[in-house]
């Protein structure tokens, strides 16, 4: 939508809220409004303006009203510079008239324990009561009742290209979307682009996939989260001993006087508070950001720290089979803008409008995608980790891939009954498979591209 058209959607409805002081309540607003927003669309429109701080509701479940916030001076800078921003409150506005100082003329900082020690999880909270409630109703998927993971395998396909090319985007990464969709689902790398950016797309769709096939165990612990970085960071790290491991030495961020914490035994320590902490969190909309605030505040890995903290951010979404957070169209200069405020002033204020932003476009892409979904396919769902042990067991043999091999490497696990149809699958998955999806068997270029010589 046009940023005019959307400002004037979001002024119209601040405006009939300002007409009733004691507050609306949605079904008010909708039947005001009439057929000219959805209800899907209203609900995102009243969660951007109380992000704004337009907006401020009293009650809750279905009692909850909004009312029109306490006058705050302040405007849209994005009007009068016409940069590619997102909607942001006037508290925002000063984190970002402060970061895009000169570095000369901030202040430099280190880490500040008290940050943290402020935090009490399920107490503290970085996004308001309403404000999570009007997330969670955005969130919510078709898939609410059915295990965890399921939604977001039920979108796989679509993640895996949407979240590998914004979070690599939003680290500068020129890979256009297509370019994306190519590798990943052809193993296509682009033309002219440096072997380092087909690298980081590849390493975020190991790093997904792993998320999504094996929620079970990939949740908020440290095991996880060192895992996530040593997909992300597999073949870009100077020194590959330092993928998967937590740094022993110091690091600074380009472009900012923030100085993270440089002593090896007190970053082990406090890295173990945070994902601790992170793990108490109860609501998944503020567990995620509690997540994107503190593992780059805290630079835990000597790099990647910030795609680690994005992946990341996803695991409550997948956990609660919510929509998850791609980060599409996110404008980068915000993101680094709202990444800077928190390194160098602490505060979360426009982290939490880029959040909010980014997880409405989100859930405006999947919602939609997963209406169009074909059913899973219960049976590949039942064996997949009988398949991916097959798989990876005849190419790492060197063995072809064909039915007396497959035989000869069936689990026990698969039933007798279902033996004909499990060859017939893993035999169908050898033909499409190719370098680009090879990881999804755990399998390492270098190791399948042994296998194809032989």
């Known amino acids: 939508m046009p940023k005019t058209a959307l400002r004037q959607e ?18 008010s607003i909708a039947k005001s409004v009439g057929a000219n927003l959805a209800r899907r669309t209203l609900q995102r429109r009243l969660t951007t303006l109380i992000a704004q701080q337009r907006l ?40 970002k008239a402060y970061v895009r100082q000169p570095r000369g003329q901030r202040t430099p900082v280190s880490y500040r324990i008290g940050f943290l020690e402020q935090y009490q999880p399920n107490q503290t909270a970085y996004l308001p009561e309403a404000l999570r409630g009007q997330l969670h109703s955005l969130g919510r998927s078709p898939a609410e009742q059915t295990p965890a993971g399921t939604f977001a395998r039920d979108i796989l396909n679509r993640l ?24 990943i689902e052809f193993g296509r790398a682009a033309e002219g682009k440096d072997a380092l950016e087909t690298q980081m797309i590849l390493n975020h769709k190991s790093a997904i996939e792993y998320l999504v096939r094996d929620i079970e165990h990939a949740g908020v612990t440290s095991e996880t989260i060192i895992a996530l970085h040593a997909f992300l960071s597999d073949g870009l790290m100077p020194d590959p001993l330092a993928c998967g491991r937590i740094r022993n030495r110091a690091v600074e961020i380009g472009g900012s006087i ?76 915000a993101y680094v803008d709202a990444m800077l405020g928190v390194y160098e002033l602490n505060r979360t204020e426009l982290l939490r409008d880029v959040f909010v932003w980014a ?74 498979l190719h370098a680009g999806n090879a990881i999804r068997f755990g399998l390492r270029p270098l190791e399948f591209a042994a296998w194809t010589k032989k």
Request: a negative charge.
């Open 258 to 333: 923030y100085l993270p914490i440089a002593m090896p035994q007190r970053l082990v320590e406090l890295f173990g508070i945070v994902i601790n902490m992170a793990a108490e969190i109860q609501d998944p909309f503020e567990q995620s950001f509690f997540l994107m605030v503190h593992l780059p505040y805290l630079q835990p890995f000597e790099d990647v720290n910030k795609r680690v903290s994005r992946l990341a951010a996803n695991i409550p979404f997948i956990q609660h089979n919510l929509c998850p957070l791609s980060f599409i169209d996110v404008p980068r200069q």
């Open 56 to 95: 401020i509701t009293e009650g809750d479940g279905r009692a909850i009203k909004y009312r029109l916030a306490p006058a705050i001076a302040g405007a849209d800078a994005m009007a009068a510079t016409g940069e590619v921003y997102v909607p942001i409150s006037p508290e925002s506005e000063e984190i």
């Open 359 to 432: 997880y409405e476009r989100s859930c405006q892409q999947y919602v939609a995608v997963q209406q169009q979904l074909v059913p899973p396919d219960t049976f590949r769902l039942r064996y997949r980790n009988e398949l991916t042990e097959v798989v990876r067991a005849i190419v790492l043999g060197g063995l072809t891939a064909d039915e007396t091999a497959i035989r000869a490497a069936l689990p026990d696990t698969v039933a007798h009954e279902d033996q004909p149809r499990f060859i017939a699958l893993t035999m169908a998955e050898f033909k499409t």
């Open 160 to 183: 895996l290209i949407d979240l590998s090319w914004a979070s690599s985007r939003l680290e500068g990464n020129t890979y256009s979307r297509l370019d994306t969709e190519r590798l």
């Open 10 to 27: 979001l002024d119209q409805i601040v405006e009939l809220i300002a007409q009733h002081p004691e507050g609306m309540g949605i079904e």
